[in-house]
């Protein structure tokens, strides 16, 4: 049977799918959408770029009765980044069925603008926890009547510190509802608030090595502190990425990084926490725009960024624990299409990195950095040259549509290969 007919989705939302390039279902929409339609709770333990925004909003949207006013479907996202694409997902889909009405709640809005909308009603919520309790405990959100709730990405709720938010508003929720948790790790104090709340579920689990072994190249180049900045340059104009996100572990680091690419003529811009949030979207527009092609980022304002035609992910300073820099690496090599993931690391990096390979299953390829053999030869670190030759070759491939030729023949990176695995 094709597509997501033998899901069960309906037949005018497979068509859609179709429309949107989606063909086949991933393992995580395979296990996880009959599973949902039949009621049932779901715990899922399952990377970000798998598909699993699909997995809980296509059944949520059969169920979805629009003849009725209340708020039916509630999602909870630990990010104002990832509820506005969940919203996006949520859109398309529902773009042909204007009856369907969805409100994203999250910091940085306009009040006075949500609230007009919830007067008009709202079947699905897709909030940040913050906000909606904003909202719940002025009056002007009401979850009594949701039969449906997922908590997306919850091991980064915990991360940030959002757990007795998301019971607060579990309470508000009532007892009879459906429940669906997705997170990437199943860390104690998760697997402990399922207990509380899910009393019967099914668990659900994609490997984690799956996006990391299949679909992701990944290198690891050896410098250090000192050439670490030169180096990055010299990849960057060697790999000549179509989009490439550049990964800092501090706000500070990240500012500074792109300010230093910025002043060597580099299309880039900075993505973080300090930034207002109008500023923040307006990065991720150029961005998903293609008018950056370097986004410097923090983990947490990266968290929910999911942007065709990622080619590269640069972590200029190593993830700390595997799930971080799978979470990463998975901003390249989205639902079934190939990436390169880069990883610089410096002599007192060298823990973290035993600890990922440990983590990933391998050891990964290793080369020495040119520019700290240079350092190393005495003739200093790369001064990073003349720009405009990369800046234009990009300029003219961003013009016409184009990605990078890539090894065998096929696409560039990040590009269509083929019928395309639902997001």
């Not at 508000?172 to 990437?184: C, E, I």
């Not at 659900?204 to 996006?211: F, P, Q």
């Not at 900045?229 to 179509?242: N, S």
Request: aromatic share 4%; hydrophobic share 35%.
């Amino acid at each position: 049977m094709k597509g997501f007919l033998h899901l069960g989705i309906k037949e005018e939302t497979n068509k859609v799918l179709e429309t949107l390039g989606i063909i086949e279902p991933t393992p995580i929409q395979e296990q996880a959408i009959p599973v949902l339609r039949s009621g049932e709770n779901v715990v899922a333990q399952s990377q970000t770029g798998t598909g699993k925004t699909l997995a809980f909003v296509l059944p949520m949207l059969e169920k979805i009765d629009t003849g009725a006013s209340h708020t039916q479907g509630l999602i909870l996202a630990p990010t104002r980044e990832l509820a506005l694409q969940i919203t996006k997902e949520v859109s398309k889909l529902t773009e042909s069925e204007p009856e369907v009405k969805i409100l994203a709640v999250y910091g940085g809005q306009d009040i006075e603008k949500q609230l007009h909308k919830l007067n008009k009603g709202t079947h699905i919520i897709i909030a940040t926890p913050g906000r909606l309790l904003d909202h719940l405990r002025r009056g002007t959100i009401r979850l009594d009547k949701v039969d449906m709730l997922v908590l997306d990405e919850a091991d980064q709720m915990l991360h940030m510190g959002f757990l007795n938010e998301v019971e607060e508003i579990i309470a508000k929720t009532p007892v009879t509802r459906q429940m669906m948790l997705f997170s990437a790790t199943m860390p104690k104090e998760i697997r402990d608030l399922t207990k509380r709340y899910m009393k019967k579920s099914t668990f659900l689990k994609v490997a984690a090595t799956r996006i990391t072994v299949e679909e992701i190249d990944q290198l690891v180049v050896e410098t250090t502190d000192r050439a670490k900045q030169a180096a990055l340059r010299g990849l960057l104009d060697e790999h000549q990425p179509f989009l490439a996100i550049l990964f800092c572990r501090t706000k500070r680091r990240a500012s500074a990084l792109n300010e230093a690419l910025q002043e060597r003529g580099y299309n880039s811009d900075e993505l973080h926490g300090d930034l207002s949030q109008a500023k923040r979207e307006k990065v991720m527009k150029s961005f998903r725009d293609m008018k950056i092609q370097f986004l410097v980022a923090t983990d947490v304002a990266a968290r929910g960024l999911d942007v065709e035609g990622v080619t590269h992910v640069y972590n200029y300073d190593i993830p700390h624990d595997v799930e971080s820099y799978v979470h990463r690496i998975g901003r390249t090599g989205r639902a079934g299409n190939d990436g390169l993931a880069v990883t610089l690391v410096a002599p007192k990096d060298r823990m973290h990195l035993d600890l990922i390979e440990k983590g990933i299953g391998f050891s990964i390829r290793k080369v020495q950095s040119e520019a700290t053999a240079d350092q190393n030869h005495g003739s200093g670190p790369s001064r990073g040259g003349d720009r405009s030759k990369s800046r234009n070759s990009w300029q003219d491939r961003n013009r016409k549509g184009s990605k990078p030729k890539q090894r065998n023949g096929r696409e560039g990176r990040g590009g269509r290969q083929g019928s395309r695995r639902g997001r």
